[in-house]
Nanobody, 124 residues
């Protein structure tokens, strides 16, 4: 099972980007999925998560109201729409997937499947 994230790039503050995460090898609808990010010199942090059937979606306080997570299980793809970007959003964004219950959605160690990161740079 592999995850492939894409869509990163350079954007000015206030702009928008949409990241995609495609799963291969298994159907995405078997898993809850999440986005994490890691800024330079910082620890990786939770951004947001979405349940396998999209019935539950949670965000970190730092992105709430600006970022939107969605998924299309028919395309085995999860998305992260990032709006009103700030320089502090600059980071490598990684997607992850896990089975099991919904609790612990924000805990990095609960995720067993990880994709490589995609770099998002927000200029001021």
């Amino acid at each position: 099972v592999q995850l492939q994230a894409s869509g990163g790039g350079l954007v000015q503050a206030g702009g928008s980007l949409r990241l995609s995460c495609v799963i291969s090898g298994r159907d995405l609808n078997l898993y809850h999925a999440a986005w994490f990010r890691q800024g330079r010199g910082k620890e990786r942090e939770f951004v947001g998560a979405i349940a396998w059937d999209s019935t539950s979606i949670e965000y970190a306080d730092s992105v709430k109201g600006r970022f939107i997570i969605s998924r299309d299980n028919t395309k085995n793809t999860m998305y992260l729409q990032m709006n009103s970007l700030k320089p502090e959003d600059t980071a490598v964004y990684s997607c992850a997937a896990r089975g099991g219950g919904w609790s612990g959605y924000e805990i990095e160690s609960r995720y067993r499947i990880w994709g490589q990161g995609t770099l998002v740079t927000v200029s001021s």
